[in-house]
């Protein structure tokens, strides 16, 4: 395929799969505008914060592995989020949800410091350890709090299909345009993060102030982490899966890279919540669906980076 056909076929591609999501086995007016249509906008928007957040870290950190769900920040959002429902204050675990993300991010930044500086191989550990331990906290809230066992399995598993409240659907519509404003603040740093890739040391010499761009990107990532992960759950391998497909595709500028990323990474997690929906007579967790894709492709990466 052509660079340039990539983002025509996306959009034709998601207008489709995107009007099928809608209306597949009902043409109620009433069902499309107050179940599917905040289903379809929650789904998109986490799609795309997730692929976004993961072409950033691979760029950033220079290594295709990086995630937020490998990092462990997604186990950090999903416990603030889990604590803030749990005390029942479900209007604020989008706020509880990012704390938690943030709280993870600073853990693991700081145990990536090797000598005073950045270590990005320990960040990938790192993010690992944390995120087994926080999933280790969120097994025994479960054991614990087993009447809400139904809210925490929907946050460690996925769950795209959340109930929203009038209340609770205009502030996520407002915190949903706060991230798309987060989005385009990320993306000014595209070129940057093309010249972050060739090395610090470089990124150092041309006049970039290498630690404080990561530090601004992880706070903004995090952000965007908690409010998804405080709706959606836990979505494993979206981050990896589409910043890595779409640069085979369209080439490595991150300017070109992170927009195409933004699309194909909405549009997957709808198609994986379709199937999520209509694959078996019991609705399945979306968190299913993209294992079953990424845990085989995240194999197929590490395989590909020993002979490479």
Same mark, same amino acid.
């Given at each position: 395929?052509?660079?340039?056909?990539?983002?025509?076929?996306?959009?034709?591609?998601?207008?489709?799969?995107? &009007?099928?999501? #809608?209306?597949?086995?009902?043409?109620?007016?009433?069902?499309?505008?107050?179940?599917?249509?905040?289903?379809?906008?929650?789904?998109?928007?986490?799609?795309?914060?997730?692929?976004?957040?993961?072409?950033?870290?691979?760029?950033?950190?220079?290594?295709? %592995?990086?995630?937020?769900?490998?990092?462990?920040?997604?186990?950090?959002?999903?416990?603030?989020?889990?604590?803030?429902? %749990?005390?029942?204050?479900?209007? #604020?675990?989008?706020?509880?949800?990012?704390?938690?993300?943030?709280?993870?991010? #600073?853990?693991?930044?700081?145990?990536?410091?090797?000598?005073?500086?950045?270590?990005?191989?320990?960040? %990938?550990?790192?993010?690992?350890?944390?995120?087994?331990?926080?999933?280790?906290?969120?097994?025994?809230?479960?054991?614990? &709090?087993?009447?809400?066992?139904?809210?925490?399995?929907?946050?460690?598993?996925?769950?795209?299909?959340?109930?929203?409240?009038?209340?609770?659907?205009?502030? &996520?519509?407002?915190?949903?345009?706060?991230?798309?404003?987060?989005?385009?603040?990320?993306?000014?740093?595209?070129?940057?993060?093309?010249?972050?890739?060739?090395?610090?040391?470089?990124?150092?010499?041309?006049?970039?102030?290498?630690?404080?761009?990561?530090?601004?990107?992880?706070?903004?990532?995090?952000?965007?982490?908690?409010?998804?992960?405080?709706?959606?759950?836990?979505?494993?391998?979206?981050?990896?899966?589409?910043?890595?497909?779409?640069?085979?595709?369209?080439?490595?500028?991150?300017?070109?890279?992170?927009?195409?990323?933004?699309?194909?990474?909405?549009?997957?997690?709808?198609?994986?919540?379709?199937?999520?929906?209509?694959?078996?007579?019991?609705?399945?967790?979306?968190?299913?669906?993209?294992?079953?894709?990424?845990?085989? &492709?995240?194999?197929?990466?590490? #395989?590909?980076?020993?002979?490479?």
């Amino acid at each position: 395929m052509k660079k340039n056909a990539l983002l025509p076929v996306l959009i034709v591609f998601g207008v489709l799969l995107g &009007f099928f999501y #809608l209306t597949a086995g009902s043409a109620d007016s009433n069902i499309i505008l107050n179940v599917r249509l905040p289903r379809l906008i929650l789904t998109l928007f986490t799609g795309v914060s997730l692929a976004g957040i993961g072409s950033v870290y691979q760029m950033m950190l220079n290594n295709p %592995l990086a995630e937020p769900y490998i990092l462990g920040i997604s186990s950090g959002a999903a416990l603030g989020a889990v604590l803030a429902g %749990l005390a029942g204050m479900f209007l #604020l675990m989008p706020l509880f949800g990012f704390a938690g993300a943030m709280l993870t991010m #600073l853990v693991v930044w700081t145990l990536a410091q090797k000598k005073g500086q950045f270590d990005k191989t320990r960040l %990938l550990l790192s993010g690992i350890i944390a995120g087994m331990f926080i999933s280790a906290i969120i097994s025994l809230v479960m054991y614990l &709090f087993q009447k809400d066992t139904m809210l925490i399995l929907g946050t460690l598993m996925g769950n795209l299909g959340h109930i929203f409240t009038l209340a609770e659907y205009r502030f &996520f519509l407002a915190l949903a345009g706060a991230g798309t404003v987060i989005l385009y603040i990320i993306y000014r740093d595209s070129l940057t993060l093309d010249v972050m890739s060739s090395g610090d040391l470089y990124a150092g010499s041309v006049g970039i102030n290498v630690h404080a761009i990561r530090r601004r990107l992880f706070v903004l990532s995090s952000l965007l982490t908690g409010i998804a992960v405080s709706y959606a759950g836990i979505i494993g391998f979206v981050g990896l899966i589409i910043p890595h497909i779409v640069r085979l595709l369209a080439g490595t500028s991150q300017r070109r890279v992170f927009p195409l990323s933004l699309l194909a990474g909405g549009i997957f997690l709808l198609g994986c919540d379709f199937l999520a929906m209509h694959l078996t007579p019991l609705e399945l967790p979306v968190g299913v669906i993209t294992a079953f894709i990424g845990c085989p &492709f995240f194999v197929w990466l590490m #395989l590909r980076r020993k002979t490479s």
